[in-house]
């Protein structure tokens, strides 16, 4: 199973970029999800769509990023809008087992595959 992500880059505050997400080797895939990891910081839950397509979102970005997929070509997409400094971080796609509640969503426990990551820079 690979994940390949890409769509990072370097942007002012306030500008967008889009992360593309490409899965192979999976028959069926359930949920999508994006998680991102800051300098010093955690790995944090940034958003997540269902195999039925149902968005969920951190507060954090709830109003500027928007997640889509495209269950035809096994991709998911991360629109990111206004962003902020505070969105600088390498950005992680993967793709879940199946989940049983809005809860498990937002679990990074809960999804198996990872792909290798893409930056995303904004400076102010």
């Known amino acids: 199973v690979q994940l390949q992500a890409s769509g990072g880059g370097s942007v002012q505050a306030g500008g967008s970029l889009r992360l593309s997400c490409a899965v192979s080797?999976?028959?069926?895939?359930?949920?999508l999800g994006w998680f991102r990891r800051a300098p010093g910081k955690e790995r944090e839950f940034v958003a997540a769509i269902s195999r039925k397509g149902n968005p969920f979102y951190a507060n954090s970005v709830k109003g500027r990023f928007t997640i889509s997929r495209d269950n035809a070509q096994n991709t998911v997409y991360l629109q990111m809008d206004s962003l902020e400094p505070e969105d600088t971080a390498v950005y992680y796609c993967?793709?879940?087992?199946?989940?049983?509640?809005?809860?498990?969503?937002?679990?990074?426990?809960?999804?198996?595959?990872w792909g290798q990551g893409t930056l995303v820079t904004v400076s102010s």
């Open positions: 080797g999976l028959t069926w895939i359930y949920s």
């Open positions: 993967a793709t879940s087992r199946p989940i049983m509640s809005e809860r498990g969503y937002f679990s990074a426990g809960n999804y198996i595959y």
